[in-house]
């Protein structure tokens, strides 16, 4: 009876190996890509036809609403205690894969941080993973502008004047004259063993998270270094046009995985800018999560350009709202 015992022991490990060898396995980036697609084809959050990025004055009225929001402050602990948007709790953006499971899945968040930038990056994060069955009602906006959308005055939120520091360094050109590519590459390939979108993301998150932006004088510096992509309409990629060398991608448009996604290089450095560098930001962290090497350049145009722009120019917030801070 005992030997009978381990015999049919013995067949049921053997039969359970042999089904899950002959499972089809997972193909990460096509699991990943397909929220990527969805996401940045309408870019807008996940149950609302929204763009992911809020202005101040849109954030008071929800802070005042029936149903305010759950808001991040993705500063530094310091500059998070000397002032902060009342409610808002602080995080560290390398800690977010730690702390996915915690966001809530009925209540709308807003993340927030000096300008924008790390926040934008949390907020792709968030809304892909929004996409996942398990986490249906995440949904997440970015603070456009960041604390610089509140105040200037670094006596009251600390480092209030980035954004103005930035467009002061206004010393780059533009260049008119068209790139083109249309060199086919592979995809990357993602391996974390990992079968769900949110799965896929928390294992790479930790990385994606780590050296994503850069700033416009080193890739000016260096323009041949890099896969520059220029993420604005044909009109303006023309006039008053881009950085010398860049690519031209369509927002909503470009980048889905049965398109142009495949223009992307997979054995160079591929900076991605746009206006503001929030919805850089938001597809850089997307591309980094499939395992491109890609950078977002800090500010946008806005930063190294500003004077050539003809919209979406950052200015210093006229009203006052001070009153939502503690």
Known sequence: MFAKKIVSLFVAVAATAFLFACEEPVNEFTVLSAAGDTYFTAYTTPDTSASPNITIADLLVLINSDDPPYIIDFRSAEDYAAAHIKGAINMALTDLDDNIDTLPTDQLIVNVCYTGQNASF???????????????GLEARNLKFGMCSITTDTNIVPKSNKWASAIEEDEFTLDTTPASTDTENEFPDPATGETTIAGIVKANLDEAANG???????????????????????????????????????????????????????????????????????????????????????????????????????????????????
């Open 122 to 136: 949390a907020t792709a994060v968030m809304n892909l993973v929004g996409q996942d069955p398990a986490y249906e």
């Open 212 to 326: 994503w932006s850069i700033d416009a004088a080193s890739v000016y510096s260096s323009t041949g270094d890099y896969f520059i992509v220029n993420y604005w309409p044909a009109e303006e990629y023309a006039d008053p046009g881009h950085i010398p060398g860049a690519y031209q991608f369509t927002p909503k448009s470009s980048l889905k995985s049965d398109e142009s996604l495949n223009l992307l290089p997979t054995d160079e450095t591929v900076v991605i800018y746009c206006y503001t560098g929030q919805t850089s930001a938001q597809v850089v962290a997307y591309l980094r999560l499939l395992g491109y090497d890609a950078k977002s350049l800090l500010f946008g145009v806005n930063g190294f350009a500003y004077n050539s722009m003809t919209k979406s120019k950052y200015s210093a917030p006229v009203d006052d709202y001070t009153s939502i801070l503690e």
